[in-house]
């Protein structure tokens, strides 16, 4: 029997923490289910995730994007067409040798194929490509792909999606497109951090950051911006900033208190790549200091921000996975987005009606949806609740697919 492993790409520890809460969700629910498995995670960061892996069973292997796309998948292609040099190629290349010893790869890029994001195009197809060369099946992770109108897009997708072992599609538009791609190796399922698990430390870890009893009275309302919408909303002559801060003015003047919350934070970086921290420390400072305000200045594990977010009674998101994990608290959520990605999972708790196109959320068309959200937060916390048990089921059967790839592989 050979060893299991599984190698990861698209995901990370360090940043944004959604992609932290899907790599943590693989490494939870598949030690269980494959005893014995080890991962490679190909990392973007490989330095900061080395600094934040709390795993024994995970090694991070640096792979850059000038690296996964030259280095890497150069090394893949002489793998496949020179097999003589693969010994020598498995010695030199950690990358390779993951690869090669891995029953799958687990791509967990969070949308891919998209129209509107050609630019990463070739970095959606490099994250897979190699371990198409080295013959190892890839599963794709829930995520959202399509649609598929933008040529270069159609025909990428059309070239490699069907070379893919597994697609897990994140909801009902995403498999609305895949299916009208052709594709037939899909499966319905759910955003894979659904499935983080919450230790019980994290109460005591956050404390030690934090004065938690800020949440102990009053009505809380967790804020969530993205640098990636203030870069579209700006771009249409917006200002993302100013609107946000005049929005939380308004939540503290009516009385409730407000916790701004960065769901993807590099502490050590300046960059805004994967880092809302410089976007929410200029609207923090446009707010101004104030005792109804929290704000989250630190970069904090997955579990840790889930709990800040469950500790909310409402929550505004522009991050996709500050909207996941409020929705797996049922945290009543009104959501401010750019794509598809965010309908269909709103759609999966019948909350599809508090999603905003980042193109009518005005502040005052803002404010008007976030009032109606709170008038409706009892009744929107049940229906949470009451969905919740399904979606969680759906993320969790992924989980059973990939572990039964790799158990009958390594038999």
Same mark, same amino acid.
Request: charged share 20%; with cysteine; proline share 5%.
């Given at each position: @029997? ?8 698209g ?12 790599l #943590?969700s693989? %490494? ?15 990392? @973007?960061?490989? !330095? ?24 890497i ?7 496949r067409?020179?097999?003589p ?5 498995? +010695?030199?290349? +950690? ?5 090669? +010893? /891995?029953q799958?790869?687990l791509d ?6 998209? $129209?509107?994001?050609? +630019?990463?195009l ?10 198409m ?7 794709k992770?829930?995520?959202? %792909? ?12 059309? %070239? ?7 697609i ?11 299916e ?9 399922g ?8 919450l230790?019980?430390?994290e109460?005591?870890a956050? /404390?030690?950051e934090?004065? @938690?009893?800020?949440?102990?009275s ?18 249409? $002559?917006g ?6 801060? $005049?929005f939380i003015?308004h939540l ?15 502490? *050590? ?15 923090? $400072? ?16 997955? *579990?840790?921000?889930r ?10 998101a ?10 797996a ?8 987005g750019?794509?598809?990605k965010?309908?269909?999972v709103? #759609? @999966?708790?019948?909350a !599809? ?14 404010? !008007?949806?976030?009032e *109606?959200?709170? !008038? ?9 609740q009451h ?5 969680k089921e759906? /993320? ?6 990939i ?8 038999a």
């Amino acid at each position: @029997m050979v060893a299991p492993h599984v190698t990861i790409i698209g995901s990370a520890l360090a940043g944004n923490k959604g992609a932290s809460a899907m790599l #943590e969700s693989a %490494i939870q629910t598949l030690t269980p289910r494959v005893p014995g498995v080890s991962f490679t995670l190909l990392s @973007m960061y490989p !330095e900061e995730d080395r600094a934040q892996n709390v795993y024994d069973n995970l090694d991070i292997v640096a792979a850059q994007p000038r690296q996964l796309g030259v280095t890497i998948n150069s090394l893949a292609l002489l793998y496949r067409v020179l097999p003589p040099l693969r010994p020598l190629i498995r +010695k030199n290349s +950690k990358a390779i040798a993951a690869l090669a +010893k /891995s029953q799958v790869l687990l791509d967990q890029g969070g949308i891919t194929f998209t $129209d509107g994001r050609e +630019k990463f195009l070739l970095y959606n197809v490099a994250s897979i490509l190699p371990a198409m060369f080295v013959k190892t099946p890839v599963f794709k992770c829930a995520q959202a %792909i399509g649609p598929f109108k933008n040529s270069i897009n159609h025909r990428a997708a059309r %070239i490699f999606l069907p070379k893919v072992h597994t697609i897990v599609t994140r909801g009902a538009k995403t498999h609305e497109f895949a299916e009208g791609l052709g594709l037939s190796n899909l499966f319905a399922g759910a955003d894979y951090a659904f499935s983080l698990q919450l230790d019980g430390t994290e109460s005591a870890a956050v /404390s030690k950051e934090f004065d @938690m009893t800020f949440f102990d009275s009053g009505t809380v309302v967790g804020v969530s911006p993205s640098v990636v919408l203030q870069k579209k909303v700006d771009a249409r $002559d917006g200002d993302y900033i100013g609107q946000t801060a $005049d929005f939380i003015k308004h939540l503290l003047a009516s009385g409730r208190k407000v916790a701004l919350v960065p769901h993807s934070a590099r502490e *050590q970086s300046t960059k805004t790549h994967n880092n809302d921290l410089p976007l929410c420390r200029e609207i923090f $400072d446009r707010v101004g200091e104030n005792a109804n305000l929290l704000f989250i200045d630190k970069e904090l594990p997955s *579990q840790q921000l889930r709990y800040i977010i469950g500790e909310c009674d409402l929550f505004v998101a522009s991050r996709f996975h500050a909207m996941v994990s409020a929705l797996a608290m049922a945290v009543p959520t009104l959501v401010i987005g750019w794509s598809h990605k965010y309908q269909e999972v709103l #759609e @999966m708790f019948g909350a !599809e009606q508090w999603a905003m196109p980042h193109s009518e959320a005005e502040l005052g068309s803002l404010i !008007e949806r976030f009032e *109606q959200l709170a !008038e409706s937060r009892t009744e929107v916390a049940a229906s949470l609740q009451h969905h919740l048990p399904a979606v969680k089921e759906r /993320s969790l059967a992924q989980a059973d697919l990939i572990a039964a790839i790799v158990t009958n592989r390594s038999a």
